[in-house]
């Protein structure tokens, strides 16, 4: 409705004043806001990884990739499943077994707690290396250079989507 109506002396016309009521509007918007804030953090990984930062750029991704976490404890995931580094491989050949022919081979991703030491991550990537998967690359977080850039978010929040690094696995240590 637009109001109440106002009446002008004993033979006037009702006419309804124009004012726009915007109260449910704000509520619904309230509403989506809310429901928006709860489900952001649930899109997130599962597995809880403190990662390193970067300046690197994201790289385009023309399907999902395979996401594998080695966690602040070493333990290694596949997308969000804890697997044995030993069955890492074959699990790995499973999913390419199932994809369609003529596909490009799908993304690996591998990100590696902060934390953790770097042989732990190195021998997760050295092992999907040698089980014949060639695209192959480390994720980590875009460091913050400017100020219009967020915070990197406190502990217990979940992290923000990373930007995987470029990092071809026929590169050694020593030639960084």
Known sequence: MAGPIMKRGAGAR???????NVTPMVDVMLVLLIIFMVAAPMMTSGVPVDLP???AQPL?????????SVNPEGRIFLQETEVQLEGLVQQLQAI???????????RIFV???RGISYGRVMEVMGTI????????????EQASTGA????????????RAPAPAAN???RGPAQR
């Open 168 to 170: 071809p696995p026929s």
């Open 111 to 113: 990100r590696g707690d």
């Open 14 to 20: 009702y006419r309804p004043m124009a004012e726009i």
């Open 96 to 106: 390419a077994q199932t994809q369609q022919p003529g596909q490009p081979e799908r």
């Open 129 to 140: 290396s040698a089980g014949g998967f060639t695209r192959v690359a480390l994720l980590a």
């Open 53 to 55: 930062k970067t300046t």
């Open 60 to 68: 385009n991704q023309e399907q999902e990739p395979i996401t594998i």
């Open 148 to 159: 219009a850039r967020p915070a990197a978010p406190a502990a217990g929040a979940p992290p």
